[in-house]
Each structure stands twice: as structure tokens, then as C-alpha cells.
């Protein structure tokens, strides 16, 4: 089932999410209840979809995404991390376009099958970084339509922020391309191209074409 095989950490911060709604619904404070119970859900999301679909996730890969959600949706907006910390929107947004680069270098290993040598390793690093940047834009123009079309403040300083958001977008896509450069370089051995690498062996029927290095 989706919620077995997963890191201490992960089960910390599903225990930490249902004290905390617990506690919130007993003080009768709505909106942490609500933002905990919000946060519980999409960390389960996509344990949830990779059990639909049968992936095996690394579980060093959910933990990230889980951590991540957890700091941008409990903490940032719960706690007010995004305005107690400077530096917090641009980490959430950096750790996120790793994420969606690394996201970007698998969909291009499941265009080949696996095949390491049927693009060239820059292609598909440059199609994780395209991916990534892509993702960033979509979600800077989510942020003006919800200021023009609701009154928010999601862009905060406007353009200084949407340009600072997109600089750290292409960063971190940049790291995550780079990564599967990396892994299709033979650089597999740990960090975010063994993460690569660790997905496509818990994976191989999607990737018929890959290596016995990955397929061992």
C-alpha cells in the first residue's frame, strides 16, 4: 500500500501534520486546521498516484517531495516562513526546479526507453532544464491571475519578485539537467544522478531499453 516502505522522516512529518490539525480543530483554529490537514493530503498525493500507476519511488525522492511540501504549504503559509525568513521563497522555488528538472530528465529517459546513447547526454539535460523553466513560467503567470483576478499579493514586490523567481527557477532546473547529464555520463553513483539511476532500476518495465547497469 502507498503509505508502507517510506523513510522516518517521512512518517515524522505525517505524525507532526496530524498532531497539529488535532490540536488546531481542539483550539477551534480553523485555518491551521485546515492548512494541516491540506498539507497531510498532498504529501500522501503522490505515494497515492506511484502506487496507481505501480512506480516505485526512491525513497529519498519521496522524502524530498514531502519535506518540500511541508516547508513551502505548513510552514511557509502557517507559520509565515515566507515572511519571517528572506531567503525562503527562493529556496521553495530552487528546490522546486531541481525536482521538476530531475521530473524533466525522466520523461526524456521514458521518450527512449532508457536507452542511454539514443540522445545525445546535452539534449536530454537540456530537455530537463526546458522542462523545469516551462513549469516556472506557468507558475508565475498562476501568480498574476490570482493577484489581478482575486486581490492577492502572490508576486509581493511584482517584477523584482516574478524576475528573481524565474532567475531561481532556471538555477535550479539547471542543477536537476545537469544531474541527468550526469547519470547519462556513467556519473551514477550517488547524489541526484544515483537518485536517477535508483528510480529507472525500481522501474525497469518502463525503461525496457536501459542497460544492465541499471537493470542489474
Same mark, same amino acid.
Given at each position: 500500500?502507498?503509505?508502507?516502505?517510506?523513510?522516518?522522516?517521512?512518517?515524522?512529518?505525517?505524525?507532526?501534520?496530524?498532531?497539529?490539525?488535532?490540536?488546531?480543530?481542539?483550539?477551534?483554529?480553523?485555518?491551521?486546521?485546515?492548512?494541516?490537514?491540506? +498539507?497531510?493530503?498532498?504529501?500522501?498525493? =503522490?505515494?497515492?498516484?506511484?502506487?496507481?500507476?505501480?512506480?516505485?519511488?526512491?525513497? &529519498?525522492?519521496?522524502?524530498?517531495?514531502?519535506?518540500?511540501?511541508?516547508?513551502?504549504?505548513?510552514?511557509?503559509? &502557517?507559520?509565515?516562513?515566507?515572511?519571517?525568513?528572506?531567503?525562503?521563497?527562493?529556496?521553495?522555488?530552487?528546490?522546486?526546479?531541481?525536482?521538476?528538472?530531475?521530473?524533466?530528465?525522466?520523461?526524456?529517459?521514458?521518450?527512449?526507453?532508457?536507452?542511454?546513447?539514443?540522445?545525445?547526454?546535452?539534449?536530454?539535460?537540456?530537455?530537463?532544464?526546458?522542462?523545469?523553466?516551462?513549469?516556472?513560467?506557468?507558475?508565475?503567470?498562476?501568480?498574476?491571475?490570482?493577484?489581478?483576478?482575486?486581490?492577492?499579493?502572490?508576486?509581493?514586490?511584482?517584477?523584482?519578485? +516574478?524576475?528573481?523567481?524565474?532567475?531561481?527557477?532556471?538555477?535550479?532546473?539547471?542543477?536537476? &539537467?545537469?544531474?541527468?547529464?550526469?547519470?547519462?555520463?556513467?556519473?551514477?553513483?550517488?547524489?541526484?544522478?544515483?537518485?536517477?539511476?535508483?528510480?529507472?532500476?525500481?522501474?525497469?518495465?518502463?525503461?525496457?531499453?536501459?542497460?544492465?547497469?541499471?537493470? =542489474?
Amino acid at each position: 500500500m502507498f503509505y508502507r516502505g517510506h523513510s522516518w522522516l517521512v512518517y515524522g512529518v505525517w505524525f507532526t501534520l496530524a498532531c497539529a490539525c488535532g490540536v488546531a480543530l481542539y483550539e477551534l483554529n480553523w485555518r491551521m486546521g485546515f492548512l494541516a490537514l491540506l +498539507t497531510l493530503a498532498a504529501t500522501m498525493v =503522490p505515494a497515492m498516484l506511484a502506487d496507481r500507476y505501480h512506480l516505485r519511488l526512491p525513497m &529519498a525522492f519521496f522524502a524530498a517531495i514531502v519535506l518540500f511540501l511541508f516547508a513551502t504549504l505548513f510552514l511557509g503559509e &502557517a507559520f509565515d516562513f515566507y515572511n519571517i525568513f528572506w531567503w525562503w521563497d527562493v529556496a521553495m522555488h530552487a528546490s522546486a526546479a531541481i525536482g521538476f528538472g530531475l521530473v524533466g530528465v525522466i520523461i526524456a529517459l521514458l521518450m527512449f526507453e532508457g536507452n542511454r546513447y539514443a540522445a545525445p547526454p546535452w539534449a536530454v539535460g537540456l530537455i530537463g532544464l526546458t522542462f523545469a523553466v516551462s513549469i516556472g513560467v506557468l507558475w508565475e503567470v498562476f501568480e498574476y491571475f490570482m493577484d489581478a483576478s482575486f486581490g492577492l499579493n502572490m508576486q509581493k514586490s511584482g517584477l523584482q519578485d +516574478t524576475m528573481w523567481d524565474l532567475i531561481t527557477n532556471a538555477g535550479g532546473g539547471l542543477v536537476g &539537467a545537469s544531474a541527468g547529464y550526469a547519470y547519462l555520463r556513467g556519473r551514477d553513483r550517488s547524489g541526484l544522478p544515483g537518485m536517477i539511476a535508483e528510480f529507472v532500476r525500481r522501474n525497469k518495465w518502463y525503461f525496457p531499453k536501459s542497460d544492465t547497469k541499471d537493470n =542489474p
